[in-house]
Structure formats: C-alpha cells, structure tokens
C-alpha cells in the first residue's frame, strides 16, 4: 500500500505492527535481536542481492558506536563463524563490524536467506502473522477511547 502522507504511513506501519518504534530505523528486543529494519531513500547501497545497515548511533560519528541495545540486537542475528576450534577459548568472527577512518562503525551485510515467500507473494497468504510477546496489548491499550482513527500531529 502505498500512503503518500508521512505521518499517516508512520501510523500504519505500527499500527500493523511492521515497525513498532515511532523515531528509531531499529525495531527490537536486545536479548531476542531485530524484529525489523526500516531502510530510507537516503541508502544509496540497496539492491536485490541484500544491502550493508550501519548500525545505531548517529549518522554523524563523534564516538565509536558501542555493542549496546540496537547493535546488540542486529549482532544476535548475525552467523558467526568458529575460526579457531583448537584455541583454548574459541575465537568467533562475526559480520557485523568494520573500521572507519576514524571510529568504529557497526555494518551489517542484510540479505535474504528465507526460504519461504515474500508477504506480498500470493503463496504467503497461507501463513499467519506472528506478533512479539505483549503487541495485541499494548495495541489495544494504545487505541483512543473514542474509537475513531485519529493521527498525531507532530509540532
């Protein structure tokens, strides 16, 4: 669906419960990992074959960006691979971290790897939709008492 109104596209996106947070790309749990990623227009790397998300932080680096909440969480969803399994503490490479001139920067290579069909291919109507622990709640709580599909305004 295609919703040319901003707000009214934010609204539905967690409504549906797609995209729940209101502000952040990152959608998550940290001890669970990422539930989902919202790419903008200003990715310039976005093809078919996946595409590379710099993790949480800013898009203006001052500082290294930290494995904490939103990191932590892609990371959980990262491979790792087991490069010394002789080593008396096994030592583990994951995808997910790479150096800037500067700073340490988390990317994350993001492709595809489901064997199942995309939600808006026809053979995907046979699944059903699974929502985080506690979603249909806060949802309910979250509906205004009136009843009536309002959107906020943003000052």
């Given at each position: 669906?295609?919703?040319k109104?901003p707000?009214i596209?934010?609204?539905?996106?967690r409504?549906?419960g797609?995209?729940?947070?209101?502000?952040?790309?990152?959608?998550?749990?940290?001890?669970?990992?990422?539930?989902?990623?919202?790419?903008g227009?200003?990715?310039?790397d976005?093809?078919?074959?996946?595409?590379t998300?710099?993790?949480?932080?800013?898009q203006?680096l001052?500082?290294?960006q930290?494995?904490?909440r939103?990191n932590?969480?892609?990371a959980r969803?990262c491979?790792?691979k087991?490069?010394?399994?002789?080593?008396?503490t096994?030592v583990?490479?994951?995808?997910?971290?790479?150096?800037s001139?500067?700073?340490?920067?988390?990317?994350y290579k993001?492709r595809?790897?489901?064997?199942n069909?995309?939600?808006?291919e026809d053979?995907?109507?046979?699944?059903s939709?699974?929502?985080?622990?506690?979603?249909?709640?806060?949802?309910?709580k979250?509906?205004p008492k009136?009843n009536?599909?309002?959107?906020?305004?943003r000052?």
């Amino acid at each position: 669906m295609k919703v040319k109104n901003p707000e009214i596209e934010e609204k539905l996106k967690r409504k549906s419960g797609v995209h729940r947070p209101p502000v952040s790309g990152i959608h998550e749990r940290n001890l669970e990992g990422v539930y989902s990623l919202v790419l903008g227009c200003v990715y310039e790397d976005y093809y078919d074959n996946g595409f590379t998300y710099t993790g949480s932080g800013g898009q203006y680096l001052s500082r290294d960006q930290t494995l904490t909440r939103q990191n932590i969480a892609l990371a959980r969803n990262c491979v790792m691979k087991i490069i010394n399994k002789t080593a008396p503490t096994p030592v583990t490479l994951g995808e997910g971290i790479a150096s800037s001139h500067r700073y340490k920067v988390w990317k994350y290579k993001l492709r595809r790897d489901d064997p199942n069909p995309v939600p808006w291919e026809d053979e995907a109507k046979q699944f059903s939709i699974v929502c985080p622990d506690g979603y249909l709640e806060a949802d309910r709580k979250s509906q205004p008492k009136d009843n009536k599909n309002t959107f906020p305004r943003r000052n």
